[in-house]
T-cell receptor, first 115, second 116 residues
Framework: AQTVTQSQPEMSVQEAETVTLSCTYDTSESDYYLFWYKQPPSRQMILVIRQEAYKQQNATENRFSVNFQKAAKSFSLKISDSQLGDAAMYFCACFYTGANSKLTFGKGITLSVRP | GAGVSQSPRYKVAKRGQDVALRCDPISGHVSLFWYQQALGQGPEFLTYFQNEAQLDKSGLPSDRFFAERPEGSVSTLKIQRTQQEDSAVYLC??????????????FGEGSRLTVL
């Protein structure tokens, strides 16, 4: 079984500042994928960024980047130049490439952005 | 359509009633997933379809839950004899990929079920 832990239920950031959302995971598999999903109040989840476990280079998508520490099983999301539209729930998720794998989500973190 | 469409968006049911939730995935998407999201929690996997085949239903919480996708496009999640603990948002997601592992999931807005 795999688990994903997001220990911070809420975070707040000033507009234009940088914020880091934490995530740890636990899987015994060697080949897996990690994701950050954003869920705005309308509840439609959208993919923010993904990371393949076999890649050492941290994924980057515009203002979003990850710090992937495979040995520590840590996968944090950094949002630079925060914007009001970044306010949402953010979910970290993981699945491994094995039979009957399931995309496992953390409990999420609510990010608010102060103008 | 342009995105994953779910209906109804909101459903209130009396305990013991049967409900049916519909998911219309993005045209051509092979993979379809159902998730249950309780208030304040992350989504929990329910079931997975590849075309019309239900390949994994291990997340369905009881035999009161049933899902189908008879023609490989629209899917219906049915809950029989609803209980209060069934109250949640039910999310549908689809993916173009044949493999359940590599494709980006596109989510619908969800169906919020409240059981009184």
């Amino acid at each position: 079984a795999q688990t994903v832990t997001q220990s911070q239920p809420e975070m707040s950031v000033q507009e234009a500042e940088t914020v880091t959302l934490s995530c740890t995971y636990d899987t015994s598999e060697s080949d897996y994928y990690l994701f950050w999903y954003k869920q705005p109040p309308s509840r439609q989840m959208i993919l923010v960024i993904r990371q393949e476990a076999y890649k050492q280079q941290n994924a980057t998508e515009n203002r979003f980047s990850v710090n992937f520490q495979k040995a520590a099983k840590s996968f944090s999301l950094k949002i630079s130049d925060s914007q009001l539209g970044d306010a949402a729930m953010y979910f970290c998720a993981c699945f491994y490439t094995g039979a009957n794998s399931k995309l496992t989500f953390g409990k999420g973190i609510t990010l608010s952005v102060r103008p | 359509g342009a995105g994953v469409s779910q209906s109804p968006r909101y459903k209130v049911a009396k305990r013991g009633q049967d409900v049916a939730l519909r998911c219309d995935p993005i045209s051509g998407h092979v993979s379809l997933f159902w998730y249950q999201q309780a208030l304040g929690q992350g989504p929990e996997f329910l079931t997975y379809f590849q075309n019309e085949a239900q390949l994994d239903k291990s997340g369905l919480p009881s035999d009161r839950f049933f899902a189908e996708r008879p023609e490989g496009s629209v899917s219906t999640l049915k809950i029989q004899r609803t209980q209060q603990e069934d109250s949640a948002v039910y999310l549908c997601a689809s993916s173009l990929a044949l493999s359940r592992f590599t494709g980006e999931l596109f989510f619908g807005e969800g169906s919020r079920l409240t059981v009184l």
